[in-house]
T-cell receptor
C-alpha cells in the first residue's frame, strides 16, 4: 500500500535558525513529490515539487526540498525561519505511472517558529 | 481570478439531514477533487473527476455522492449526514494533463453533524 510518513507531529525552531520538516514515502516506482502549506482556516497552498533531475528543488517563500531516492525521503528545508512560516505542512506523493489522479498525503507537521 | 471557491464556509447539520457542498474553479482545469481533513490523518480523497463527465471513487466515498455539473463546477452531496462526517471538506483542481501537475485548493467548508 502507498503511504507517506511525516515522523514529527510538531517542529519548533527559533526565528533565524534553519528548519527541516521530514517526509518519507512508500510508493512504487519513482513518484512525483510535493509539499503544501496550510495556514489557519485556509486551504492548502502549493510550495514546491520534484519531477526529475536535480535532487534539490527550490520553491516559494525561500523553501527548498531535498529528494533522496535511496532513503525514499523528501525533506523540506529553509535556511532561516520566519515567525510567519508557522503553519501546517503536508508532504504528498503521486505515483508516476498512475493517471488516476490519486495523490497520497502525509498526516501533516505543525511548524512553530518562535520569536 | 478567484481560483477555487467553495460554499458554504460553515454548516451545522443534524443527523439524517442532507446537504450539498458547492465548488467552482475558474482556471479551466480538467480535474477536480473532494477531500476531507481530519486531525492527524492528513487529507483523504472522497471522490474525483478526471474530466468533465466522469467521476470516480477515492479512498473514503461511503456516504457521499458527487456531480460534475460542467467543467467549472463539482458538487459533493451528503444524503443522510452522520456524526462521523464531521470534518473540514476541501475541493481542489488541477490541469490533469500530466501526472506532476499540482493541485489548487479552495478555502474549505467546516461541517459539524450533531
Amino acid at each position: 500500500a502507498q503511504s507517506v510518513a511525516q515522523p514529527e507531529d510538531q517542529v519548533n525552531v527559533a526565528e533565524g535558525n534553519p528548519l527541516t520538516v521530514k517526509c518519507t514515502y512508500s510508493v512504487s516506482g519513482n513518484p512525483y513529490l510535493f509539499w503544501y502549506v496550510q495556514y489557519p482556516n485556509r486551504g492548502l497552498q502549493f510550495l514546491l515539487k520534484y519531477i526529475t533531475g536535480d535532487n534539490l528543488v527550490k520553491g516559494s517563500y525561500g523553501f527548498e526540498a531535498e529528494f533522496n531516492k535511496s532513503q525514499t525521503s523528501f525533506h523540506l528545508k529553509k535556511p532561516s525561519a520566519l515567525v510567519s512560516d508557522s503553519a501546517l505542512y503536508f508532504c504528498a506523493v503521486r505515483p508516476r505511472d498512475n493517471y488516476g489522479q490519486n495523490f497520497v498525503f502525509g498526516p501533516g507537521t505543525r511548524l512553530s517558529v518562535l520569536p | 481570478n478567484a481560483g477555487v471557491t467553495q460554499t458554504p464556509k460553515f454548516q451545522v447539520l443534524k443527523t439524517g439531514q442532507s446537504m450539498t457542498l458547492q465548488c467552482a474553479q475558474d482556471m479551466n482545469h480538467n480535474s477536480m477533487y473532494w477531500y476531507r481533513q481530519d486531525p492527524g490523518m492528513g487529507l483523504r480523497l472522497i471522490y474525483y473527476s478526471a474530466s468533465e463527465g466522469t467521476t470516480d471513487k477515492g479512498e473514503v466515498p461511503n456516504g457521499y455522492n458527487v456531480s460534475r455539473l460542467n467543467k467549472r463546477e463539482f458538487s459533493l452531496r451528503l444524503e443522510s449526514a452522520a456524526p462521523s462526517q464531521t470534518s473540514v471538506y476541501f475541493c481542489a483542481s488541477s490541469e490533469a494533463q500530466r501526472g506532476y501537475n499540482e493541485q489548487f485548493f479552495g478555502p474549505g467548508t467546516r461541517l459539524t453533524v450533531l
